[in-house]
């Protein structure tokens, strides 16, 4: 078993930056990808950016190239997500997902076995 457990998510103007945390404890065999995806009040959820533990290659979505960075820190069992000028379209929950089969990792689909519970993001204007 792995838990997720996200950080870091708060209020911030749109322009504005965050970095989000997820930490993970259990069986560190069973991450060899992470991702983070979100979801926004009546929207499905969707994949924003994920990445190979052990290669650090990175997919991104398309409405966050460019603005966000996934990075990942082994030894401390930490994934980050740097959220830079963000928009008003960027507010959702965001989640941590983790699993040893990473066939989901490059299209971002939410096919993962371990979630974080969620960490809220607010951009205003």
């Known amino acids: 078993q792995v838990q997720l457990a996200e950080s870091g998510g708060g209020s911030v103007q749109a322009g504005g930056s965050l970095k989000l945390s997820c930490e993970a404890s259990?069986?560190?065999?069973?991450?060899?990808?992470v991702a983070w995806f979100r979801q926004a009040p009546g929207k499905e959820r969707e994949g924003v950016a994920g990445?190979?533990?052990?290669?650090?290659?990175?997919f991104y979505a398309d409405s966050v190239k460019g603005r966000f960075t996934i990075s990942q820190d082994y030894a401390k069992n930490m994934v980050y997500l740097q959220m830079k000028d963000l928009k008003l379209e960027d507010t959702a929950m965001y989640y941590c997902?983790?699993?040893?089969?990473?066939?989901?990792?490059?299209?971002?689909?939410?096919?993962?076995?371990?979630w974080g519970q969620g960490t809220q993001v607010a951009v205003s204007a």
């Open positions: 997902a983790a699993d040893d089969v990473c066939g989901a990792v490059p299209d971002l689909k939410p096919d993962f076995r371990y």
């Open positions: 259990g069986r560190k065999d069973r991450w060899y990808c």
């Open positions: 990445i190979y533990i052990r290669n650090d290659a990175a």
